[in-house]
């Protein structure tokens, strides 16, 4: 008996179901008081002066949000903002 190409999609389907737990890495899925990786969002900081670090300080507050590098051409600012928010210096850049 031929096998149709509907058919062959719906167990195809069925079998990458049931696998994800064995190839998915263990850290994408979300662990007590830990969101998982489809519910945090990095946020980078590029042109952290004036109106730009007000703005990145806020989206890093949104329960969402996680602040992950600044970038300004002053790199006192740069890693100024990156301490407010929580990082290190070295996650600063120029």
Not at 13 to 27: D, F, K, Q, Y
Not at 54 to 75: E, H, I, N, R, W
Request: glycine letters at 10%; proline letters at 5%.
């Amino acid at each position: 008996m031929q096998m149709l190409r509907r058919d062959f999609l719906k167990s195809a389907a069925a079998v990458s179901v049931l696998s994800v737990p064995t190839w998915v890495p263990r850290s994408v899925f979300a662990s007590e008081g830990k969101p998982g990786a489809n519910e945090r969002i990095g946020i980078a900081g590029i042109g952290v002066g004036r109106q730009g670090h007000y703005v990145f300080l806020d989206s890093c507050k949104q329960p969402m949000g996680q602040a992950v590098c600044t970038c300004d051409v002053y790199l006192p600012r740069a890693q100024n903002i990156a301490k407010r928010a929580g990082l290190t210096e070295a996650d600063a850049c120029q």
